[in-house]
């Protein structure tokens, strides 16, 4: 089985950059599309970013586009997201997470929702402060 393993989260000041890592390992041959979600207090599961496995196509909600990028090293079965210009509307509990299958370069998320992703990490912790 597929098994994620979020890291890098922690405190940051606003204006700053994390970036966030999500190792993977297990079958990884059944993944077809990786992405990012975070969650607020209160807030549902949101969307942040997406990328094929191969790392040829990526997807961003709209409004982190300009800020954050999704990426991801083969050889080390890892994951990232790079955050920049972090603002205290970013503090959330992001996670990482796996769509199995062969999407061929489309988005998992786009027409098929969260649901596509069923391999989750246990997510780490985002604090922006002023």
């Known amino acids: 089985q597929v098994q994620l393993a979020e890291s890098g989260g922690g405190l940051v000041q606003a204006g700053g950059s994390l970036r966030l890592s999500c190792a993977v390992s297990?079958?990884?041959?059944?993944?077809?599309?990786m992405g990012w979600f975070r969650q607020a207090p209160g807030r549902d599961r949101d969307y942040v970013a997406e990328?094929?496995?191969?790392?040829?196509?990526?997807w961003y909600a709209d409004a982190l586009k300009a800020r954050f990028i999704i990426s991801k090293d083969n050889a080390k079965n890892t994951l990232y997201l790079q955050m920049n210009s972090l603002m205290p509307e970013d503090t959330a509990v992001y996670y990482c997470a796996a769509a199995h299958g062969d999407y061929r370069d489309t988005s998992a998320y786009y027409g098929r929702a969260v649901r596509a992703f069923t391999s989750w990490g246990q997510g780490t912790q985002v604090t922006v402060s002023l």
């Open positions: 990328i094929t496995w191969s790392g040829h196509s990526t």
């Open positions: 297990g079958g990884t041959g059944s993944i077809g599309n």
